[in-house]
C-alpha cells in the first residue's frame, strides 16, 4: 500500500501550545520519513526528517516521534507561533530500482491564534 | 541548504500555447529531479521522474506526449506544457535529490502558478 494517512486535516491552536500532526502508513520498505512545511503560494520545505531506526528526533521546537512497529509517526511543534500557521505535509519515501519516490499524506492545514 | 530554483513562478497564457518551466539546483548537483503538480488544497502528486541524461518515467495517467521533460544537466530539468488547455491550469513544482541514500531528502522550488486562459 504506497499510501500515508495522514490527520488532522485541519487543527487550531493556541498561541504557546502545542500542535501534534500524525501519519500512518503501511509500505514497511519506507525508508525515510520527511516532514513539509508550505506555506500558501510556495513550494514545500523540508521541516525536519527521520529514519525508521531511529525513534524520536527533536530540531528546535519540532519532534518527530516514530512508532516502527506501529508504522506511525507524528510532529510535535511546541510553542507554537502565529508564524507555524501553514500546512503541513508528513511524507514518506522508498527506493524503487535506483530511483526514488515520495508518498505524501494529504496534510493538515495549522491555524494558531495569536 | 540546498536550494532549488524554479522559473517562472507565475505565468498566464491563452489555450493552444506551449509552455516551459525550469527547474534548477544551485548548490547541488541533481542526479533526479521530480516534477508535481498540486490542486488548491490538495497534496502534492507526482507526475514524472528524471535522471540526468535519460527519459522521464512518467507516473500512471500523466501525459508524457502533453508533459514533456527533459533533464539536460545535473542542474537543469524542464517541464514542457503543450499545447495547453484551461484544465492543465495548475500548481506545478519541482524537487531535486542530490542522490545518494539516507539524510537525502527532497528540496523542493517555490512552484509555478500556471493559468491557461
Known amino acids: 500500500q504506497q499510501q500515508v494517512k495522514q490527520s488532522p486535516q485541519s487543527l487550531i491552536v493556541q498561541k504557546g501550545g502545542i500542535s501534534i500532526i500524525n501519519c500512518a502508513y503501511e509500505?514497511?520498505?519506507?525508508?525515510?520519513f520527511p516532514w513539509y512545511q508550505q506555506f500558501p503560494g510556495k513550494g514545500p520545505a523540508l521541516l525536519i526528517a527521520?529514519?525508521?531506526?531511529?525513534s524520536e528526533k527533536k530540531e528546535g521546537r519540532f519532534t518527530i516521534s516514530f512508532n516502527k512497529s506501529a508504522k506511525q509517526f507524528s510532529l510535535h511543534i511546541m510553542d507554537s507561533q502565529p508564524g507555524d500557521s501553514a500546512t503541513y505535509f508528513c511524507?514518506?519515501?522508498?527506493?524503487?530500482?535506483?530511483?526514488?519516490?515520495?508518498?505524501f499524506g494529504k496534510g493538515t492545514k495549522l491555524t494558531v491564534n495569536p | 541548504g540546498a536550494v532549488v530554483s524554479q522559473h517562472p513562478s507565475w505565468v498566464i497564457c491563452k489555450s493552444g500555447t506551449s509552455v516551459k518551466i525550469e527547474c534548477r539546483s544551485l548548490?547541488?548537483?541533481?542526479?533526479?529531479m521530480f516534477w508535481y503538480r498540486q490542486f488548491p488544497k490538495q497534496s502534492l502528486m507526482l507526475m514524472a521522474t528524471?535522471?540526468?541524461?535519460?527519459?522521464?518515467?512518467?507516473e500512471q495517467g500523466v501525459e508524457k506526449d502533453k508533459f514533456l521533460i527533459n533533464h539536460a544537466s545535473l542542474t537543469l530539468s524542464t517541464l514542457t506544457v503543450t499545447s495547453a488547455h484551461p484544465e492543465d491550469s495548475s500548481f506545478y513544482i519541482c524537487?531535486?535529490?542530490?542522490?545518494?541514500?539516507?539524510?537525502?531528502?527532497?528540496?523542493f522550488g517555490d512552484g509555478t502558478r500556471l493559468s491557461i486562459l
Open positions: 524537487s531535486a535529490s542530490p542522490g545518494g541514500f539516507w539524510n537525502q531528502p527532497q528540496h
Open positions: 509500505n514497511t520498505a519506507f525508508d525515510y
Open positions: 527521520i529514519r525508521p531506526d531511529v
Open positions: 511524507a514518506a519515501r522508498f527506493a524503487q530500482g535506483g530511483s526514488e519516490k515520495l508518498v
Open positions: 548548490d547541488f548537483q541533481a542526479t533526479t
Open positions: 528524471s535522471n540526468e541524461g535519460s527519459k522521464a518515467t512518467y
